[in-house]
């Protein structure tokens, strides 16, 4: 697939109702951010962020727009397969931050392994942690905590906070 023909799938993907969709925007996303790579490392630490990073982050907000009209495309599949194997490239830096939290919005839970590798990421551990605390797995408990005992930023310290509650259940009507 061409840059332009993974441009044009990305562009129609809502209404694109012909079998294999998934795998067709997948295959685009990946020419895209090819398309993008810089050459070199880039430095996820500076308070700038880089063009990269820009650039992954608007792709993945375009394929969250996506997966709001198109329940079809959510939960394990092709599409956040894709995303998965780009939020653990940190080559990308930053720009993942939309794609982890994506993972935990629409993969149904089905990306909770991603999303435990991704705590020690300094680049996306906090939206990790957020989207885990979306899901019923508690697994990460040992690093959360030790998350809460050193963070500082006060976001990530109260998701850290409410993982480490105990999930909610459903309220049962009588």
């Known amino acids: 697939m061409t840059g332009d023909e ?4 990305l562009q129609g993907m809502e209404g ?3 079998p294999g969709v998934g795998t067709r925007i ?3 996303l990946a020419v895209m951010v090819d398309e993008v790579r810089p050459s070199g490392l880039i430095d996820s630490t500076s308070e700038e962020w880089h063009p990269l990073e820009h650039s992954v982050w608007r792709l993945f907000a375009r394929v969250q727009e996506c997966l709001h009209e198109r329940k079809d495309l959510r939960g394990k599949g092709p599409v956040l397969d894709a995303i998965a194997d780009l939020c653990v490239d940190t080559s990308l830096g930053r720009g993942r931050q939309l794609g982890v939290l994506l993972l935990g919005e629409r993969g149904g839970g089905g990306y909770d392994e991603v999303l435990n590798t991704l ?11 957020d989207a885990l ?27 850290a906070k409410k993982y480490l509650e105990p999930p909610k259940t459903p309220k049962r009507r009588s």
């Open 133 to 159: 605390t979306r899901s019923q797995d508690r697994s990460a408990r040992a690093e959360v905590e030790r998350i809460l005992e050193s963070e500082k930023i006060g976001w990530i310290r109260r998701a």
């Open 26 to 28: 997948a295959e685009a």
């Open 119 to 129: 705590l020690v990421d300094p680049a996306v551990y906090g939206h990790a942690l």
């Open 16 to 18: 694109d109702k012909a």
């Open 6 to 9: 993974a441009r044009a799938v």
